[in-house]
């Protein structure tokens, strides 16, 4: 039976559910108050990464990872994915310690994407890092993709499968019609048997709206880019225990970002750097990489991002609206598994079980009842 679904948000989450409702023969509607990969799904690190997730997460990121082998296929282009791996450093070794546990820890879960390597190793495949890092944690395969094309591709696949895009207008309001949703947006009113809330770090006014408050923070994670040095670099890399993410890219430049914020504003839909953190994540740099304090940095920014109390996203059903599903609050690793969201929320839709575990990020996780 074709559903008439409208999907809130054209970011990663909202494309690939797009992509996969569409497949099934739905009638998909997407809209954006601003366009599609706008806000963090577009301006993000590229991060294509199982290294270091909760537990929970750990079976859609190996989901979605095999969906990133076979993107072209899926969506008609690469979206830039380069496998090229993702290494955890250690600085110290109670840093050892640390991924040494994380590695036993996933292998009692039965995994085994993440291996711990010796100083040599480390040296091998980053021959340039400093001198004191005794190893780290790698994971291969992992690596990193092109989020403003990604996003772009996913977009162009839905729409060729026959989902429509309305950018430029906001939903405004959401109300109960014959057993579906009237969605305002723009001055236009769309019907929908289903909502599909996919927006972002604005997910949690949707939420509020819906009668079901969930405590959604905006973040702003900041990133910096440089100039154009010699290749030096395979891998991305992160740190153990400070933030980083760290990466070069096939035309030289190097994209650095972490955990630091920046600042946030979702009423004016921005995100701004702030100097003080983007000096803190390039220190991080230059300790573990001594020559890179004389590459110079063209250009910074920061996205909105949402973020959740326990760092997982809110992906099902709603609690009390049965026609109403969240994909929502990633904060700050969702662009990796945008690739297999869609397919969730097409399993809710279509009310079969999802072949993923989805029970620990149920939106009921917020509710004291
Ligand atoms: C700087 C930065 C670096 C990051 N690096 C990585 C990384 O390396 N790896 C990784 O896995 N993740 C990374 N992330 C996180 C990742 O980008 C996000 O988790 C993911 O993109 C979230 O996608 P989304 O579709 O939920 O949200 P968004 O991309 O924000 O999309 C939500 C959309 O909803 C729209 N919207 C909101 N409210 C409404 C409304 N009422 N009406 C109409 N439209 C609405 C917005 O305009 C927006 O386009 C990073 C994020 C940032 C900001």
């Known amino acids: ?52 997730r909760h537990p929970a997460e750990i079976p859609l990121a190996m989901a979605a990872w095999k969906r990133w082998q076979t993107m072209h296929d899926f969506v008609g282009e690469d979206c830039g994915f380069r496998p090229v791996g993702q290494i955890k450093v250690a600085e110290s070794e109670s840093d050892m310690e640390h991924l040494a546990l994380r590695e036993k820890q996933l292998q009692s879960l039965g995994f085994d994407h993440e291996y711990l390597i010796d100083g040599d190793e480390l040296r091998r495949r980053i021959p340039s890092v ?38 430029g207008i906001e939903v405004t309001n959401l109300e109960p019609h014959r ?43 900041m990133l910096m880019i440089t100039e154009r040095i010699s290749p030096f670099l395979q891998p991305v890399v992160g740190a153990t225990s400070r933030p980083l993410s760290f990466k070069q890219f096939e035309n030289g430049t190097v ?69 109403v599903i969240h994909a929502f609050g990633f904060s700050a690793h969702g662009f990796q598994l945008g690739a297999i969201t869609g397919e969730i929320v097409s399993d809710l839709v279509e009310q079969s079980e999802p072949s993923l575990p989805i029970a620990p990020f149920s939106i009921r996780r917020f509710h004291n009842d």
């Open 130 to 167: 400093a001198q004191h890092c005794p190893g780290g944690l790698a994971c291969d395969g992992d690596g990193y993709a092109n989020p403003y094309r990604t996003v772009t591709a996913w977009r162009r696949r839905a729409q060729q499968q026959g989902a429509t895009f309305y950018e």
């Open 179 to 221: 057993g579906g949703w009237n969605v305002d947006a723009g001055g236009q009113r769309f019907y929908a048997d289903i909502v599909v809330n996919c927006a972002g770090a604005w997910a949690g006014t949707l939420c509020e709206r819906l009668g079901e408050p969930v405590p959604l923070r905006a973040e702003a994670p």
């Open 255 to 323: 994209l650095i970002g972490g955990g630091v914020r920046g600042i946030v504003d979702t009423q004016r839909n921005l995100a701004e750097t702030r100097l003080d953190g983007l000096a803190e994540n390039a220190d991080t740099v230059v300790s573990l990489f001594p020559f890179m304090a004389q590459v110079r940095i063209v250009r910074t920014w920061a996205g909105v991002e949402a973020v959740m109390p326990d760092q997982l996203p809110v992906i099902g059903h709603s609690a009390i609206h049965h026609n």
């Open 1 to 52: 039976m074709t559903t008439r679904i409208v999907i809130v948000g054209a970011g990663i989450h909202g494309c690939s559910a797009a992509v996969h409702l569409s497949l099934l023969g739905h009638q998909v509607t997407v809209i954006d108050k601003a366009y599609a990969g706008r806000h963090a799904s577009g301006v993000n690190a590229g991060g294509v990464r199982r290294l270091g």
